[in-house]
């Protein structure tokens, strides 16, 4: 029940007996109070409102007079993105309601009860991650409907083993068994033109290199590939995709990290390689009994999972591995951020463990409904992106139960990688197609 008066610097809330309509004015500061003192539950029952609790006035009813319970039952109906880019940027009293984290907690808690984030994480930001989670799920729930899709067979022959979104998800790149490296514009794709489809090309080169491509990497606007032809070479994207470097190493590439004056790779000769592009020298470590399938890392851990059924973290600063997982089916991929690592198993399972202050301790096992192996992973606060050898994509929930918010049958051949960046998700497709999804509202 709204009250008729208020002493002390709070709201009058009055009526217009014209208009019927119910207004505001502030007696005090004219400020609402910040959102960390109120709960998003806190919204009134319209019905309650009864004639003769309130008083009656000749002032136009306007947003910023409304009742604070008011104003935050209605936010409660708009999306987080509008709240932060648009309403929260009307006036400070505005901005004010939506600095705390206690409102962005309550807002997802409501919407999805499941433990979120999987992992504590002290850098994380609630009212980003409520933006990409709603947005996510909005997109995700009916891909379908919320997004351009479409399969690029361009100059393409053979199986893809790898895709890679760089450039805020404006640029594309392929690499297939025909030795094809491909570079695409998204930008350039306009639903209305089937011809635009051809018009992304801004790269094909079938002599890129004289084996598989299996990796890729970026660096600003520089494209990184390994290859069964036991090459790593560097790619200059503002210089037409120029070839500018590359190191030769003692066996096939099968995955790649990328960061400023580093590169690391996994190698099918069991070794990890250590590249700085400032130098010519190759330099490796071997610490696993079979081929290095996948890589990540951050700045303190490198992370590489092999047939020999263990995850290997290696210290950066130490110089030696710090930690080595045993598991029970060997990883195909792993994602590694958030202080989280998620890794996809040939047994289609996916496993989380807790990387937080370089604990890596396992939490649990899912089973997402794969029937084949599990062949890539990726783990964003907004959801978690698999794929698999039963030619499925599926779209997880991004919490410490991940359910399906849609499974993607799109591709009739297994999916070999996923690639996702700013909304867009692409997958690399054993049909001889790259699968690319661009959600409505980024063209």
């Not at 991940?402 to 996702?420: E, F, G, K, Q, W």
Request: with cysteine.
């Amino acid at each position: 029940m709204v009250p008729s008066e208020t002493t002390g610097g709070d709201l009058v809330h009055k009526m217009d007996k014209s208009t019927d309509k119910i207004i505001s004015t502030d007696e005090g500061q004219g400020k609402y109070p910040p959102s960390d003192s109120i709960s998003i539950e806190d919204g009134v029952d319209i019905t309650d409102l009864q004639i003769d609790d309130v008083q009656y006035s000749e002032e136009p009813l306007t947003l910023d007079k409304l009742p604070i319970e008011i104003l935050m039952y209605i936010c409660n109906f708009l999306d987080a993105k509008f709240l932060v880019n648009s309403l929260s940027k009307v006036c400070r009293s505005f901005q004010d309601l939506f600095v705390s984290d206690i409102y962005w907690k309550t807002r997802i808690k409501k919407k999805w009860p499941k433990p979120y984030p999987p992992v504590y994480d002290d850098n994380f930001c609630w009212r980003e991650a409520c933006i990409v989670r709603e947005e996510c799920f909005r997109v995700w729930s009916k891909p379908d409907t919320t997004c351009h899709h479409f399969f690029y067979k361009e100059a393409i022959f053979a199986p893809v083993d790898a895709v890679h979104l760089m450039n805020n998800g404006t640029i594309l790149a392929s690499g297939s068994r025909d030795r094809y490296l491909n570079v695409l514009d998204l930008s350039k794709y306009n639903p209305d033109d089937p011809a635009s489809i051809k018009a992304m090309k801004v790269f094909s080169d079938h002599k890129a290199h004289k084996g598989w491509i299996w990796s890729l990497a970026s660096h600003e606007n520089t494209l990184c590939s390994g290859s069964w032809d036991t090459y790593i070479k560097l790619w200059d994207l503002d210089n037409g995709v120029k070839e500018y470097n590359k190191y030769k190493c003692k066996s096939a590439i099968l995955g790649i990290h990328f960061e400023a004056n580093q590169i690391y790779a996994a190698g099918y000769d069991r070794h990890v390689y250590i590249i700085d592009p400032r130098e010519s020298e190759v330099h490796r470590k071997r610490y696993h009994r079979r081929p290095v399938l996948c890589l990540a890392a951050d700045d303190k851990y490198i992370v590489t999972g092999s047939e020999d059924k263990t995850i290997a973290v290696f210290d950066r600063r130490a110089g030696q591995v710090y930690k080595t997982i045993q598991l029970e089916s060997f990883a195909m991929d792993i994602s590694f951020s958030h202080q989280q690592l998620w890794v996809a198993d040939k047994e289609g399972n996916l496993q989380l463990y807790d990387a937080s202050l370089g604990q890596f301790k396992h939490i649990k096992t899912y089973d997402v409904g794969h029937k084949g192996k599990a062949t890539g992973v990726i783990y964003s606060p907004g959801a978690i992106f698999t794929s698999s050898t039963d030619n499925t994509i599926k779209v997880l929930e991004p919490n410490l139960s991940p359910a399906a918010i849609t499974t993607i049958n799109d591709h009739s051949a297994p999916v070999t990688r996923l690639a996702y960046q700013n909304g867009v998700l692409a997958s690399a497709g054993s049909d001889v197609s790259i699968g690319i999804w661009i959600p409505k509202q980024t063209l």
